[in-house]
Nanobody, 123 residues
Framework: VQLQASGGGLAQAGGALRLSCAAS????????VAWFRQQPGKEREFVAT???????YYEGSVKGRFTISRDTPKSTVYLQMNSLEPEDTAVYYC??????????????????WGQGTLVTVSS
């Protein structure tokens, strides 16, 4: 199984970026995919997930600004990030697995991880 995250870069506050997570080697349609992010010196934190059944959940600070979506034929999940804030600066990771609903924000339950892509938002 491979997850390839891409799309990170430098953006100004208020700007936008779109991250992509391309998956191979897993049954994409039956997998839940999530985005996590990690800032220097901090633990990895949940950002958003789109579950195998299409249900979507967001972390509170990104709700209304970020949109997660999936293109099943392309085995790709996207994270559209609008109205970026300097606090969004982090390495963003995509993860795939089959967590139960109550654990969707728990990084430990995702079996497969991408390599991370750096997002830097300048003020």
């Amino acid at each position: 199984v491979q997850l390839q995250a891409s799309g990170g870069g430098l953006a100004q506050a208020g700007g936008a970026l779109r991250l992509s997570c391309a998956a191979s080697g897993l049954t994409f349609s039956s997998s839940s995919v999530a985005w996590f992010r990690q800032q220097p010196g901090k633990e990895r934190e949940f950002v958003a997930t789109i579950r195998y059944n299409g249900y979507i959940y967001y972390e509170g600070s990104v709700k209304g600004r970020f949109t997660i979506s999936r293109d099943t034929p392309k085995s790709t999940v996207y994270l559209q990030m609008n109205s970026l804030e300097p606090e969004d600066t982090a390495v963003y990771y995509c993860a795939a697995g089959s967590p139960i609903l109550s654990a969707y924000a728990n990084a430990n339950v995702y079996r497969h991880w991408g390599q991370g892509t750096l997002v830097t938002v300048s003020s």
